[in-house]
């Protein structure tokens, strides 16, 4: 991609002083009328000219109002973003609509730089560029203006940048080792980059190749770049999912019969055998769960049921086995407005835990295709789309040496009506149950159809689903015990 880099011509002080004015007047005013939008915009400044890259993002702080900026500069990560999946501190980095962000840097230029360094293989360069283009293609769908430009700068004004840098010392702290270690590699640096670049080079996420030889011509042409997509999108407003983002049905088996109706709700365990397995599984669990804590494996738990399922009693005998320091419940509900202003999976990557702690999410991503879904909250492209997006996030806590459980608890309608009646007449119980419950009962098939669907497409491999058959509470408490427990001891094996 490199031989398509533009490269224009220097421009004069006079030139570049009227094209000065022109541009912060008409950035500032595009970037006052974004604050209303309802989309934000990321602008990714990365690339081998690492000077370069500083000065630009020193520019736009001066040609636009910095206090709607977000902007994160991403180096070798710190010792709390190595405990969590790469893309993490790039979720936590991205603004809320109505603001412009920056990152300066990139998951690309840590892929690049470790390939180049031995850290990782050609298969690791290509899963990297995947997840990539995969978080990239999650915040367009979401409505993310994602522009991305990558500087280059030529060998031979690389080389004459280092002799200045040696002689002036007013340069000196502009380069570093990482400067002369790119020239010392500058031919490998080339083919690695280019082949990620285009792996990464997407419509809906182009990447734009600057060379950096001319530096007044690079700012105006980065200035004008940014301000004709932002007033473009301003003006059009469109947001269109990517090519190939939507996802056909899920064709029903040849009985008719989905994931659901394998599940034996007539399950029972005796209460007196009851208290000591639990006893037991408990016991098992905390062992393994201080395990985990000593080397750094941080388990990843959703629960998803029926209202009135048990997932809350569920979590409590889990809870109950470990000290507080282990594990974090986060309770999903419906979005704040807040997590609104940002591409829908922020607020769960936003929530995952460091290296040894449990995260517990009492009900979790799975909302999107479940009652989002089923009650018209997520349109069908937003739902559809929701499969892959969730299938590579949980991939990637995979990777990072992170067990997902996931458990669907699963009642008849009779035994969840008791339950609702139950939760009425005790005193202790009855905040938990409300109109929207008994509504929610008039869809039961639809929320078949939903949680059959959701099974069939996100149970993989290294991240499956645990139907649990929860009529009988006290067979379910075990039952996720005892799977979250074995689902422990295979990652300590490893």
Do not use: C
Not at 74 to 88: G, M, Q, V, Y
Not at 299 to 318: H, N, Q, S, T
Request: glycine content about 6%; charged content about 30%.
């Amino acid at each position: 991609m490199f031989e398509d880099a533009e490269v224009g011509h220097e421009l004069s002080k006079d030139e570049y002083r009227t094209a000065q004015e022109t541009l912060r007047v008409d950035l500032l005013n595009a970037q006052f009328d974004l604050r209303s939008a309802d989309f934000s915009v990321l602008v990714i400044v990365s690339g081998d000219d690492r000077f370069g890259r500083s000065e630009v993002v020193d520019l736009l702080h001066e040609w636009m109002d910095a206090r709607y900026l977000v902007t994160n500069v991403f180096s070798a990560p710190t010792d709390e973003e190595r405990e969590r999946p790469r893309l993490w501190r790039y979720w936590r980095g991205l603004p809320p609509r109505g603001r412009i962000g920056i990152h300066l840097g990139g998951p690309g230029f840590g892929a690049i730089v470790d390939r180049l360094n031995g850290k990782a293989d050609d298969a690791e360069l290509a899963r990297r560029a995947d997840h990539v283009r995969r978080f990239e293609r999650t915040l367009t769908s979401d409505g993310v203006l994602v522009l991305k430009f990558w500087l280059h700068v030529p060998r031979g004004e690389l080389k004459k940048r280092l002799k200045r840098a040696k002689k002036d010392p007013t340069l000196a702290w502009a380069v570093d080792k990482e400067d002369r270690r790119i020239l010392k590699k500058y031919g490998k640096l080339m083919e690695v980059a280019d082949r990620f670049l285009r792996a990464t080079d997407t419509p809906h996420a182009p990447w734009r190749i600057i060379e950096t030889t001319y530096s007044r011509y690079r700012n105006v042409l980065i200035a004008v770049a940014i301000l004709g997509a932002l007033q473009h999108r301003l003006a059009n407003g469109e947001s269109s999912p990517p090519p190939g983002s939507g996802s056909a049905a899920v064709p029903a088996a040849p009985d008719g019969r989905g994931p659901l109706d394998s599940v034996d709700l007539s399950a029972q365990l005796p209460y007196d055998e009851y208290k000591d397995v639990l006893r037991e599984q408990q016991a098992r669990f905390g062992e393994l769960a201080r395990r985990a804590w000593d080397e750094g494996i941080s388990p990843v738990l959703a629960f998803e049921g029926w209202d009135a399922a048990g997932k809350g009693g569920a979590i409590r005998r889990l809870t109950r086995a470990v000290p507080a320091k282990l594990y974090r419940v986060t309770p999903i509900a419906a979005p704040t407005e807040e997590e609104r202003s940002y591409p829908w999976l922020w607020r769960f990557w936003r929530h995952l835990p460091r290296a040894g702690r449990m995260a517990i999410f009492d009900r979790s991503w799975y909302g999107r295709v479940l009652v989002e879904r089923v009650e018209g909250f997520a349109d069908e492209a937003a739902w559809r789309r929701a499969y892959e997006e969730i299938n590579d996030f949980e991939d990637q806590l995979v990777e990072n040496g992170a067990p997902v459980i996931k458990f669907w608890l699963h009642l008849d309608p009779d035994e969840q009506l008791r339950r609702f009646r139950d939760r009425e007449r005790t005193p202790y119980k009855k905040y938990k149950i409300t109109d929207e419950d008994y509504r929610n009962r008039g869809r039961w098939d639809d929320y078949v159809a939903a949680v059959n669907e959701m099974v069939a497409r996100t149970s993989t491999a290294t991240s499956p689903w645990h139907l649990v058959a929860a009529n009988d509470k006290r067979w379910a408490r075990v039952q996720v015990l005892r799977t979250v427990g074995n689902a422990l001891e295979r990652a300590l094996d490893r």
